[in-house]
């Protein structure tokens, strides 16, 4: 039997803009299995991001629902689905409080979910620190006196200060330099399994999700289009915008020009 | 052989600040041929942008820089150049592609004002009905099917790729012997990113303008360019012919940085150290491989 963390049943979206609907989500349903990572891919105004707000409970689905741990859950949540639920956004410059020290910004995690003794917390944002590979000092800095990399450690160690279940990553490395990125999903994939955490990460770059997730969605226009799993989606895609997609990533080595040049051989037979 | 359009040699540049100079380029040299695409690949803080401000001649008159070694394009020294000088070629000779394509456009003038500007650097007295009837031409020669719809539309009326196009379509309007591209299409989705690319590489064949490309993407780079700088803190690491380069690559950095690269293929998140001692290696230079017909 398989564990499902989440499940997102039939979920649509209709934005309001003046007068004229734009329908964001269209009948969307995904099981997210316990533990995996599942990528969620499309281009902009896919309807990605519109998605990851739901699940986060920002806005509620028009209609369909989210079933969290078996509990549906309500348009306004608590705090324990709150808990459970953490963000990892694209830029950890506005996504961190710049007055405020990092340390400070982990612990009001801490003091929200009201998670360890008071007199320990302090002793535990140094261990948060430390799980993400940043020295405990860094606790007394201001997010300006870090690198790019580094603050996006400082948010990852934010998501799992409440001790998540489920992180929804928008975009966590897009931002990065190629060298920091791969030490940043390194960082990701080995707490995966230790935290025993699930992602949704959300992301457009195809060659990212092939080495990080377990099954893939592939949104176009609000709807998904393909879904399988990781491996099988790459070598056999079925839905030619999935291929499209693939076939425009810009490569760097004569195997993956191979594959590239395969797929879209049989785009067009 | 023929002259190159640009020369760099032995570039160097620090900022004065507060405490003490700053260096960021420890003396750079890079040539790019007529009809040459040629691309400087590194991180960010790499140095890349400062290099194409420096080619612009929009940092010569900043207070603080410290600029040594010299530029040539075309054969003259820009630093023996007036500010009016360099101003001149800006626009004319010499033009340059914006990562993102809306906030390099003005948001409050139509397309067809500003491409008039565009014209009139070229052409000073060129009148309005010219001026669209030649954007118009150009318009399309970026596969803007609609090119008046485009000209009366304001740049947040239109998509981040057809903006993006845009911007080619005004960079190339006055036929600059130069093009100066930092970043293009990185703020734009993977599939209208391969567009602009492959619309980019048409026209500059066509038009057989060189090419400065400036990009952190090593994938785009193999696509677009002839020939690759690597820089890394302000120095190049390694330069070779593109295919040379990817194929074999031999320097500790060039190889760290083709490393992180995730693999379409698959293959894992490979393991990167922190160890960068190694990157501080002697440059390698791979040749400039067959000459261009």
Redesign the interface.
Known sequence: MTDTILSIRNVSKTFDAGGQFVKALDDVSLDVERGSCVAIVGESGSGKSTLANIVLGIYPPSSGGVVFNGDVLPARRDKSHRRAIQLVQQNPLSSLNPKRSIGASLRLALDVHDIGERSQRKEMVRALLEEVHLPPEFADRAPAALSGGQRQRVAIARALACQSELVVLDEPTSALDVLVQARVLKLLGELRPKRRLTYVFITHDLAVVRNIADRVAVFERGRIVETGATEKLFTNPQHPYTRGLIGAVPVITRDELALRASLSMEADT | MSRPVLAIRDLTLGFKGWRGETDVLHGISVTIDPGERVALVG??GSGKSVTARIVLGLLQSLRSARIGGTVEFDGRDLAGMSPAERRHLRGTRMSMIFQDPTSSLNPVYRISTQFHEVLKRGVPDIGYEAAMARAGEILREVSITEPQRVLGSYPFQLS?GMNQRVMIAMALANEPDLLIADEPGTAL??????QT?DLMRRLVERHDTSVLFIS?????V??FADRVYVIYKGRIVEHGPTAAL??DPRHPYTR?????????????????GEDTEAFSAPMVDHGHGEQRP
Do not use: K, Y
């Not at chain 2, 952190?216 to 785009?220: M, R, S």
């Not at chain 2, 760290?256 to 990167?272: F, Y």
């Open positions: 991180e960010s981040g989705d993977v599939t209208v990113q391969a690319l952190h993407n090593l994938g785009v193999r696509e990817f194929d760290a940085l083709m490393a992180a690269v995730p693999r379409l293929t698959g293959g894992g998140v490979p393991d990167i």
